[in-house]
């Protein structure tokens, strides 16, 4: 690799401060001008690491940057400080219908067979957060697992 990075080269000096009709390497001036552009700055030379079929890294790093987001999004919880959770029926519909896989199938259908037990389990777990929400019902549910002697006081 060049020691200034790919696609970068030195620019040439000159060899005296007057005006010179060559360049360094004894290419005419006017043939350089040609490859020179209008900045001064030197043409990126075309035989270090640079491929037509390589991947440009802008274009990777917007990939890695749309696929890092979908990710974020799937592994984040929900918002349940300002947003309710959804009800029984929508995590039915979700397995049923939700755009996840294909309208039928045996991903559609282990999506269902999934969405079984999950309910019973999301509805119990409800049924918890309804008994916690208010000190009343806590009480209440502590005194009748106490009378039941599911619960020592």
Known sequence: M????????????PTDDSASTTKRDDTPASAAAADTPSDGAPAPR???????DRPD????????QKHGAAA???WTPPDIWSHDRPSLEHVWAY????????PSGPLRWLGRAYAIPAAVLI????????VVERPSRLIAALVLLAAAGAWPL
């Open 95 to 102: 397995a049923a219908r939700g755009p996840w896989t294909t």
């Open 72 to 74: 974020l999004a799937f």
């Open 57 to 64: 890294i802008a274009d990777q790093w917007r990939r890695a």
């Open 46 to 52: 075309e035989d270090l690491d640079h491929t037509p």
């Open 123 to 130: 509805g119990l777990l409800y049924g918890l957060v309804w």
């Open 2 to 13: 060049h020691p200034l990075g790919p696609h970068r080269t030195a620019a040439p000096t």
